[in-house]
């Protein structure tokens, strides 16, 4: 699955103008900087994964672990982020999980 998606998903983001490696991505803005970052499910399926994005200022943002320092917007998580979007499967049953296998497109939404 990782590997397809270095194959597909790597040079869709990177046509689009996102930087980065896998599995976090960033796009830079006139005023914000787009942060996305995949997540994966760690199981003996290994096939599972959703995406989380959010937004960060063009001056990076403060962070405080383990001091506080300012983290420059290329270096951001998404998980550092107060408020983010998440796009994952609708359907209950999966857990919110995209597995690699068995999804459609019209199983993704956007939770906010």
Sequence with gaps: MKSALNQIAVPYLRER?????MPSFYQKYVSYTA??????KKDKSDNRFFLQGGLVS???MDWHMP???RVAPNKVKVTQLVS???LD????????WFDFGTNFPS????EC
């Design 89 to 96: 499967n609708k359907l209950a049953s999966a857990g919110g």
């Design 17 to 21: 103008g996102f930087k980065g490696s």
């Design 67 to 69: 001091i506080n320092h």
């Design 84 to 86: 983010t979007v998440r």
């Design 58 to 60: 063009n001056n990076g």
């Design 35 to 40: 942060c996305l970052q995949f997540y994966f």
């Design 107 to 110: 199983d993704v939404e956007l």
